[in-house]
């Protein structure tokens, strides 16, 4: 991993003519943006629009029909290596405490931030720190999975639903997550339903999906975010 890239570098992302297709059905075709350092794009759209296919492919988790996704300004690091992706589980180990679950994902993503437990003080969930993720609430569950966003540094932040589960005063916290990401360079793309307080966000919105159209297989799921 190249620390100085994924770490310290600002990132520029530009997606070229996107196209997604699952389970033989065109899910989006001709999506192109491109964002610059400190920017957000909310992505919305109905169910079924694509919005964490979107995500998915951005993550490097399933592979576009078509058009490309590529990064500049990040030296040799690999956009998987660029960016943190928060899905609609939470990805976490219920038998671990908060604070063993921030510590392995600190070690696994390298370029250590802050520690977790001042991560999950930002969360309000300072004394969850020695608590296993079993005994927590879904709402407390998700404040942990968003403070891994604080113990590595990545540049991008993929976040599929983020408020999910989130009370008004936790989605103000996140908000202002996402302002200091951004003030420091970072990039925000979020797939919602729901207004997320991101000053200033492009929007994308991905037209409804095809009537009738049901899944005939299953591919690489999205959601199987660490
Ligand atoms: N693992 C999968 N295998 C096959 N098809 C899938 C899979 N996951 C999603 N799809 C299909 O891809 C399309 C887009 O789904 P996706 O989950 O990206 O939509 P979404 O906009 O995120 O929806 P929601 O708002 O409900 O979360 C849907 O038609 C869905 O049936």
Same mark, same amino acid.
């Given at each position: 991993m190249s620390g100085r890239a994924s770490g310290g570098g600002l990132l520029r992302l530009s997606v070229e003519d996107l196209a997604c297709r699952r389970s033989g059905r065109r899910v989006f075709a001709g999506l192109s943006f491109a964002l610059g350092p400190g920017e957000a794009l909310a992505v919305t759209g109905r169910n079924g629009a694509g919005k964490s296919s979107l995500l998915a492919i951005l993550a490097g988790r399933l592979r576009p029909d078509a058009g490309r996704v590529a990064v500049a300004d990040v030296g040799e690091a690999a956009l998987p290596e660029c960016l943190h992706a928060v899905g609609h589980? @939470? &990805? %976490?180990?219920?038998? %671990?405490t908060a604070g063993e679950n921030l510590a392995f994902a600190q070690a696994l993503l390298g370029v250590p931030r802050i520690a977790p437990r001042p991560a999950l003080e930002r969360l309000g969930? &300072?004394?969850?720190? @020695? %608590?296993?993720?079993?005994? %927590?609430s879904a709402g407390q569950r998700r404040r942990v999975a968003l403070a891994r966003l604080l113990v590595c540094h990545r540049p991008l932040w993929l976040l599929d639903e983020?408020?999910?589960?989130?009370d008004t005063a936790s989605q103000g916290l996140l908000a202002g997550l996402m302002a200091e990401h951004r003030a420091a360079g970072g990039l925000v793309v979020a797939a919602t339903h729901q207004a997320l307080g991101l000053e200033d966000a492009r929007t994308l919105a991905l037209a409804a999906p095809e009537p009738g159209a049901a899944p005939s297989s299953v591919d690489a799921d999205p959601e199987d975010w660490a």
């Open positions: 589980r @939470d &990805g %976490l180990k219920a038998a %671990l969930l &300072g004394h969850a720190h @020695d %608590l296993p993720v079993a005994y %927590l983020p408020t999910a589960a989130l």
